[in-house]
């Protein structure tokens, strides 16, 4: 799925799954890398995105970024 605000963002929703792999967007033990998002634009799109795939209550996430 496209992310909406971002370019060249994308994550994968597997319904059947309950699972979200979510690209670059996601990170899990690493500090997040914002130097690709440098507006207060960018960062709320970001979020915003964040709280769509939190919306759909995944029992799966898989970070795109050290997994």
Same mark, same amino acid.
């Given at each position: *799925?496209?992310? &909406?605000? $971002? @370019? #060249?963002?994308?994550? $994968?929703?597997?319904? =059947?799954?309950?699972?979200? !792999?979510?690209? /670059? *967007?996601? !990170? =899990?033990?690493?500090? /997040?890398?914002?130097?690709? @998002? %440098? @507006? +207060? &634009?960018?960062?709320?799109?970001?979020?915003? #995105? $964040?709280? +769509?795939?939190?919306?759909?209550?995944? @029992?799966?996430?898989? %970070?795109?970024?050290?997994?």
């Amino acid at each position: *799925m496209a992310a &909406e605000g $971002l @370019t #060249n963002r994308r994550y $994968l929703w597997v319904p =059947s799954l309950k699972a979200v !792999f979510g690209g /670059v *967007m996601i !990170f =899990s033990g690493v500090h /997040v890398w914002v130097a690709d @998002t %440098p @507006t +207060k &634009e960018a960062r709320t799109a970001w979020i915003a #995105n $964040l709280d +769509k795939i939190a919306a759909r209550k995944p @029992t799966i996430v898989v %970070p795109g970024h050290l997994i």
